[in-house]
C-alpha cells in the first residue's frame, strides 16, 4: 500500500500520561499535515509540514502539543499530560506541492481515548 | 463566523433521486475548493476539486459561485453506496503561500432503498 500510513490506529491511555503518534506521507509528498476530528465535526487543522519546516500551527496547536518531521519525511505528533478534551481521532493528510490544486491524501487515523 | 458552513442535514433520498449540497465560506480570496467523502470511522478522501467553470465526474457535478460564495456538490441517479457524510473543503490562500485547510461539518447523505 503506497498511501498514507499512520500507527497506532487506536490509542487508549489515562489522564496525564504522554502518547506520541506517527504518520508516514506517501513517499513522493512534501507536505504533511495533522488534524483532529471529533464525532460530528470536520476536521480541525492542527499543524502542517513543508519537507521538515513547520509552517503553520493552529491555535487549537496547545503547548501540550508538538509535531515533528525530523527528516522531511514521517511526522510524529506528541500529547504530553493527556486530558480527557484529547480524545478524537487524529488524522494524518500528505500532499505534493504543485502548480496545481494542492489535494490532500488522508491516511486512516489515529483514535485516541483519554480515560 | 465560521470559515466554512454546511448544512450538516441528515439527507434521506431514495434511491435513483438527485440530491445537492451546498457550502459557504466566508474568505472571498479562497483560491481551492474540494468535496471529500467520508464514511462512517474512515478517513476522508477526495471526491472532487472544484474548478472555477465548474466539473463534472460521472454522477457529480460541482460548481463554484464566486460572488455569493459558496460551493455546491450535485449527485444525479443516487445509489445506495453514495451513502457517506461530504464535506466541503476551502483554501483561502492557494497552493503556494499559507496553507490552511478549512472543513465544514460535512452533510450526512442517507440513500434509500
Known amino acids: 500500500d503506497t498511501g498514507v500510513s499512520q500507527d497506532p490506529r487506536h490509542k487508549i491511555t489515562k489522564r496525564g500520561q504522554n502518547v506520541t503518534f506517527r504518520c508516514d506521507p506517501i513517499s513522493e509528498h512534501n507536505r504533511l499535515y495533522w488534524y483532529r476530528q471529533t464525532l460530528g465535526q470536520g476536521p480541525e487543522f492542527l499543524t502542517y509540514f513543508q519537507n521538515e519546516a513547520q509552517l503553520e500551527k493552529s491555535r487549537l496547536l496547545s503547548d501540550r502539543f508538538s509535531a515533528e518531521r525530523p527528516k522531511g519525511s514521517f511526522s510524529t505528533l506528541e500529547i504530553q499530560r493527556t486530558e480527557q478534551g484529547d480524545s478524537a481521532m487524529y488524522l494524518c493528510?500528505?500532499?505534493?506541492?504543485?502548480?496545481?490544486?494542492?489535494?490532500?491524501?488522508f491516511g486512516p487515523g489515529t483514535r485516541l481515548t483519554v480515560l | 463566523r465560521k470559515e466554512v458552513e454546511q448544512d450538516p442535514g441528515p439527507f434521506n433520498v431514495p434511491e435513483g433521486a438527485t440530491v445537492a449540497f451546498n457550502c459557504t465560506y466566508s474568505n472571498s480570496a479562497s483560491q481551492s475548493f474540494f468535496w471529500y467523502r467520508q464514511d462512517c470511522r474512515k478517513e476522508p478522501k477526495l471526491l472532487m476539486s472544484?474548478?472555477?467553470s465548474g466539473n463534472e465526474d460521472g454522477r457529480f457535478t460541482a460548481q463554484l459561485n464566486r460572488a455569493s460564495q459558496y460551493i455546491s456538490l450535485l449527485i444525479r441517479d443516487s445509489k445506495l453506496s453514495d451513502s457517506a457524510t461530504y464535506l466541503c473543503?476551502?483554501?483561502?490562500?492557494?497552493?503556494?503561500?499559507?496553507?490552511?485547510?478549512?472543513f465544514g461539518t460535512g452533510t450526512s447523505l442517507t440513500v434509500i432503498p
Open positions: 493528510a500528505s500532499s505534493l506541492l504543485a502548480v496545481s490544486y494542492n489535494e490532500q491524501f
Open positions: 472544484v474548478y472555477s
Open positions: 473543503v476551502v483554501n483561502p490562500t492557494g497552493t503556494t503561500t499559507g496553507n490552511q485547510f478549512y
